[in-house]
């Protein structure tokens, strides 16, 4: 239990550098070292049965970090492979809360490749995992996730009823109870963030504006990555209004040698797309120029 414990420790300290922004291959990599250390520890020795699921818990959290690292990183087939494995292990291990995590996972991993139905099917399978009908908290989670593929489908008062539900329910949680370190980042900040997402998705962009608002505000100062995340979505839901002007000084400092997160990956794509529709703009607007002059610096650097 002493290495279990160890490993859980190094799972936890994994999970800070994601919200820190130290993602990538070199998370991937490290979390599926991990994963492996967990399944020869189960041919050390003499261990419980206790010992040998948390073990086997423990390899599903590290492949799981390493499939939401290939995730964030757009790398599907990596992704769809370390999900596989995951599920594998979680299932063996027993674990609802697991489960439900790779889930949201494979959600997301549905809609980054625009399948819509399975994306939305394993939406729903996190939600009906049992963990959502004992805890309020994951409920809430799982239904804002849920929330997110409908608004994405077109299922505007789905979306809304569902994200409405998550809200409810995140207020019916018992925040003083322990739950594992993957859950930390979900938090009224995070919820504003998946609320913006649906709001903007239906076309709500002044709602979705006010929702970035408030998780900026509420997020955390480590967590670098989400700032980074949120505040191009904050960009996008300002020229979604016409207030073009106020989105490239929202987004210009994403461009900046200072910022504390180089963007890749999800929020590196996005970064493409606010720059896609900035330039649907007149071509002459002194912010435009401004933005294409200090993209057009960044890119030399790199």
């Not at 499939?67 to 757009?74: C, D, I, K, N, T």
């Not at 939305?120 to 805890?135: F, I, K, N």
């Not at 461009?255 to 590196?268: F, H, I, V």
Request: glycine share 6%; net charge neutral.
């Amino acid at each position: 239990m002493s290495d279990a414990d160890r490993l859980a420790r190094n799972f936890a300290d994994l999970v800070q550098d994601d919200h820190e922004g130290r993602t990538g291959i070199r998370l991937e990599t490290r979390a599926l070292a991990h994963a492996q250390h967990a399944l020869d520890l189960q041919a050390v020795g003499q261990a419980s049965t206790r010992v040998r699921h948390r073990l086997y818990y423990l390899a599903a959290a590290f492949t799981g970090t390493a499939l939401w690292a290939a995730v964030e990183a757009q790398e599907p087939q990596r992704a769809q492979k370390h999900l596989n494995k995951a599920m594998t292990l979680a299932g063996m291990a027993g674990s609802s809360e697991m489960q439900m995590r790779l889930w949201g996972h494979a959600s997301l991993l549905a809609l980054q490749q625009q399948r819509m139905h399975d994306a939305l099917a394993a939406a729903e399978a996190g939600r009906r995992a049992h963990v959502c009908r004992s805890d309020a908290f994951y409920r809430s989670l799982a239904s804002a996730r849920l929330a997110g593929i409908l608004s994405a489908m077109g299922e505007k008062t789905a979306a809304l009823r569902t994200l409405d539900h998550a809200e409810k329910t995140y207020d019916r949680a018992d925040m003083g109870e322990q739950r594992p370190a993957w859950m930390s980042f979900y938090d009224r900040a995070e919820l504003n963030g998946l609320a913006a997402l649906v709001m903007g998705r239906i076309g709500r962009h002044d709602e979705a504006e006010a929702r970035l608002y408030r998780t900026l505000a509420l997020l955390r100062p480590d967590f670098h990555r989400n700032r980074a995340y949120y505040t191009i979505h904050l960009a996008l839901a300002q020229l979604a209004q016409g207030e073009g002007d106020q989105a490239v000084n929202t987004a210009l400092p994403l461009l900046s040698k200072g910022s504390a997160t180089p963007l890749a990956g999800r929020s590196q794509s996005l970064l493409h797309q606010f720059d896609r529709d900035l330039r649907k703009l007149p071509p002459g607007a002194g912010f435009v120029i401004e933005w294409q002059d200090r993209l057009a610096e960044g890119e030399k650097e790199l």
